[in-house]
């Protein structure tokens, strides 16, 4: 796949217009009239301009406590006539989740030309990742944020544990890293594929791909992957998988020793700057670790609800005002588009510092 060249020149970091954002890019696919998101599609976003230097290819963001959000904002792209829905996902760092939630209507396989598909490379952070945990693993998601050691960010799209093999709410250390590891394949494995091999040397028929992290955790890994359209999809027998592209950066960047959280956090509230975003994706069944049953999801509203809370504890002493009838909408339809659902008084706003409240809309 070709790489992807762009230039960008942000006028300010700031809540701006997507107006004031200059953007030029060209691609495999050709040039590409880029419209930036400025609310009216998808109703979300509205008004807001991120930094724009987490792009395509991800580059770490430095960590902000006041802004709790990362990613390039969002944008339609027009089809072409030869792209999938996979092959978007994958040029954008984007898993088939984020993809076909945003544009559900659309077929994956054969979009018509013409077709705008909407990508939103907009992130809300993870409530571990305020608590210090260096590295977060969102099931609901499939997306892993992680925290390097001089402090900035990056983010990565993955695939989890199938139905039966699910990925376990955990939490673990790196414990080591292995570049051209070998598979030594499960016993559990060979019995549902008795032509494996008891080991599968490094190179292109190897599922773990070019590296491979491993868990304290016995038996799962973070790794590469010879399939890479299995990104954003419950494909694997427990372990995390990323696109071969992305696992060498992770690989180099993570250390041994850092602490690592596998979650359940379909529902994420953040800040930036004095906007409210929330982003909803549709909740899984979950086991934790040692468990054999999994768990229904709770009910998505309750947990809107308690990840809003959440967000606003982080603020403590100020008093927001949220948009509960977007929440509930939000709730009732998850499509992992982030939404600015409040907005923080401040100012002339508030008169006076109060304790954190929830202000239903009038």
Not at 149 to 164: W, Y
Not at 186 to 199: C, D, F, T
Not at 331 to 359: C, E, N, S, T, W
Request: charged letters at 25%; one cysteine or more; aromatic letters at 8%.
């Amino acid at each position: 796949m070709k790489k992807w060249h762009y230039q960008r020149s942000l006028l300010s970091m700031a809540l701006l217009l997507f107006s004031s954002l200059s953007f030029g890019c060209a691609s495999a696919f050709g040039n590409q009239n880029w419209k930036w998101f400025d609310g009216t599609e998808k109703d979300g976003l509205k008004n807001l301009q991120l930094d724009s230097t987490l792009a395509h290819k991800n580059r770490p963001l430095p960590y902000a406590n006041k802004n709790e959000v990362i990613g390039s904002g969002a944008f339609n792209y027009r089809i072409q006539g030869h792209e999938t829905l996979l092959l978007l996902a994958r040029t954008y760092d984007l898993g088939y989740n984020e993809v076909s939630l945003a544009n559900p209507k659309m077929d994956a396989w054969a979009p018509k030309k013409g077709q705008e598909v909407f990508l939103s490379m907009t992130h809300v952070l993870p409530t571990d990742i305020h608590q210090g945990t260096a590295l977060v693993i969102n099931l609901p998601e499939m997306r892993l944020y992680h925290r390097r050691a001089d402090g900035r960010l990056e983010t990565f799209p993955v695939g989890i544990g199938r139905e039966g093999f699910d990925t376990p709410i955990s939490r673990a250390k790196i414990i080591r890293k292995k570049s051209a590891p070998s598979w030594y394949v499960p016993a559990s494995i060979r019995e549902e594929n008795p032509k494996l091999p008891a080991v599968i040397p490094p190179g292109a028929s190897n599922p773990l791909g070019s590296h491979a992290i491993y868990l304290s955790l016995p038996g799962y890994l973070i790794h590469g992957t010879n399939k890479p359209y299995g990104i954003g999809r419950r494909v694997s027998h427990g372990c995390i998988r990323m696109y071969p592209e992305d696992i060498p950066r992770l690989y180099t960047s993570a250390r041994v020793g850092a602490t690592v959280a596998i979650v359940n956090e379909p529902a994420k509230a953040g800040w930036f700057g004095d906007n409210l975003l929330l982003e909803i994706y549709p909740g899984l069944p979950t086991r934790k670790k040692g468990e054999k049953e999994t768990t229904p999801p709770q009910p998505m509203e309750e947990q809107a609800a308690m990840s809003i809370r959440k967000a606003l504890e982080r603020r403590s002493g100020y008093s927001a005002k949220i948009d509960w009838d977007l929440v509930r909408g939000m709730a009732r339809a998850p499509d992992g588009i982030p939404r600015v659902v409040g907005r923080m008084l401040v100012g002339d706003d508030v008169k006076q510092l109060v304790p954190v409240r929830l202000i239903e809309p009038r």
